[in-house]
């Protein structure tokens, strides 16, 4: 073999970015989470049920199942105010994220860890006389994340206001995305707003 030809099968081998894309492309244990997965899911990468319960590691995480323990992984919502998005998620995957509205100015949506308190799928505001779709509550100053208000004439809020923090400090979310923050969230869910 010429030198060349050796240089380059080295060159080849030792290319990082080959190395990355075998990695991920592999399920050394065949649990269908590919070994970088395992890494960031702190599982065995080749023992497809890592904790012995009988219910393999990529289940156990698709049913929100703890895969090192017993029971759920905690779901958490994590509210941006400077960049106007809601994520949610449970242990280290971050489901979805959405566009939302938050407070304005005077009205501003208080920082800080909260938890759903209670959950109403349609509120009604006696302070603005309109409803509140998918209502959780975060504090006990009124703060809460619904869908999109309307009024009894059915005039709805528009969709265009999100992005922008134009509420009285609720936590507004788009028709879709509200209903399924509402159904997957529970009493309890963490909230986290940040800055
Ligand atoms: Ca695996
Ligand atoms: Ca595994
Ligand atoms: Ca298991």
Not at 47 to 64: F, Q, R, W
Not at 76 to 101: C, H, M, N
Not at 167 to 175: A, E, F, K, N
Not at 180 to 191: P, Q, R, S, V
Request: aromatic letters at 12%.
């Amino acid at each position: 073999m010429s030198r060349l030809l050796i240089l380059l099968l080295l060159i080849y081998l030792a290319t990082p970015t080959k190395l990355t894309a075998q990695t991920e492309n592999t399920d050394s244990d065949g649990d269908k989470l590919w070994d970088h997965e395992e890494v960031k899911w702190g599982t065995d990468p080749h023992n497809p049920d890592s904790d012995g319960d009988g219910y393999k590691d990529k289940v156990e995480i698709i049913n929100g199942y703890d895969p090192l323990g017993s029971g759920r992984l905690p779901k958490w919502i994590r509210i941006d105010l400077s960049e106007q998005s809601l994520s949610y998620g449970y242990g280290p995957k971050a489901v979805d994220t959405f566009i939302v509205s938050t407070g304005k100015r005077g009205f501003k949506t208080p920082t800080g860890e909260f938890s759903v308190l209670y959950k109403h799928e349609k509120k009604w505001s006696a302070t603005y006389k309109l409803w509140m779709p998918y209502w959780m509550s975060f504090t006990y100053q009124g703060h809460g994340i619904h869908e999109l208000p309307y009024w009894p004439n059915g005039y709805r809020e528009g969709a265009n206001h999100l992005g922008i923090p134009v509420s009285h400090g609720c936590v507004r979310l788009g028709i879709g995305p509200a209903q399924k923050l509402y159904d997957w969230a529970e009493a309890g869910t963490k909230i986290v707003v940040m800055e």
